[in-house]
């Protein structure tokens, strides 16, 4: 992913180079063309080819075939000797282009294109929708309050066909002049708007992809740090989980520690039944039998059959752990058993703890 990421940014970087250098290339033309006016490659058709010209006309002109190879050999080689890209201008013959010279009131000045109108009305022979034209002021009289407007006339056929050899030979021009000095400019304003609007479009759609890939870029890195940070969230999600799931089992383990101590404590000072009847067994004499076990705290009393209960009390006191032993009732003698039938009550000593310690100090192996 970091790779394709990486690709996409180095090509949005190179084609935003390359628009700036063709900008680059295009602002300072249009710049010179604006500063070297005096500087112009003039153009003027005639029978034998093309005429070529710089320096206002005053040189002596280069006389070539319509060839675009050809006229693009002098106009490199005009361009070089000048050492700028000079602008081009078609220069129309007199019988191309009518110039009227015209004095009009000062206060008419405000309406140059209607005058055209009306001059073309009264001096051309076709209707105003056939011909290109334009209105210049050249002199103004202060005194006599006049105005002295320059109109010049051509036919739209004639200029559209040099318009359209012009664009053959590969030539872009600036300027339609019906001499070299004129202030008229019969260029039609909708001539270049098409170059104009590729070129818009052309550059408008570099810049559109080198900020689509600008912003798919950024967007993929955005998209990639989600989802790193979405991975680490959910990893510390889990590593949240895993520490309370630890933190919940640590303390059931301490509470089941505590239990387990709580009871081992309850069995040290409270022995069972049968811990007692254990140590019984260990302190009674095999042929006396004990029937009941009763045990309250700390007191226990045992009765059953033996051949002589008498020794019994004895017993019991010799037993470590057991004191204050005594008949509770007198011995009798059971004829059907054959035995005497006693009754006696003692203490456990300590609670029973060393009881509970020796029982299980036997069961270890």
Known sequence: ???????????????????ISELKMLLPDQLKRKSIKKKTLF???NPEGV???????????????????????VISRLNSESQIDMPVELILSDHEC????????????DRLEGLSSIEILRSMPFSEKDVYSQSELVARDTQKKQIT?????????????YLSRLSALNLSITAIR???DSPINLLPKSYGSDERKTLWIKYGTMVAVCLASFIFCVFSLSVRQERILTGLSDKLTTAKLDASLA????????KTETRLTAIRTLKKDHPSALMIWNELSETLPDNAWVTELKISEANVQIAGYAEL?????????????FYGAEFTSPVTLDRRQSKERYTITFLIDKAGTDIVERQIVRASP
């Open 309 to 321: 209960a008498a020794p019994l009390v004895n017993m019991l006191e010799g037993n470590e752990y």
């Open 1 to 19: 992913m970091m790779k394709f990421l990486t690709t996409i940014y180095n090509i949005s970087v190179s084609a935003f180079q390359w628009w």
């Open 178 to 180: 019906p001499a070299f």
């Open 98 to 109: 009518m110039t009227v010279h015209s004095s009009y009131p000062e206060q008419a000045i």
């Open 149 to 161: 407007v320059e109109h010049g006339f051509a036919r739209r056929e004639d200029i559209d066909s």
């Open 51 to 73: 005429e070529i010209s710089s320096g206002g006309g005053e040189q002596v002109g280069v006389k070539c075939e319509e060839d675009r190879e050809a006229i693009g050999n």
């Open 247 to 254: 933190s919940k089992t640590a303390r059931e383990a301490e």
């Open 43 to 45: 153009f003027r058709f």
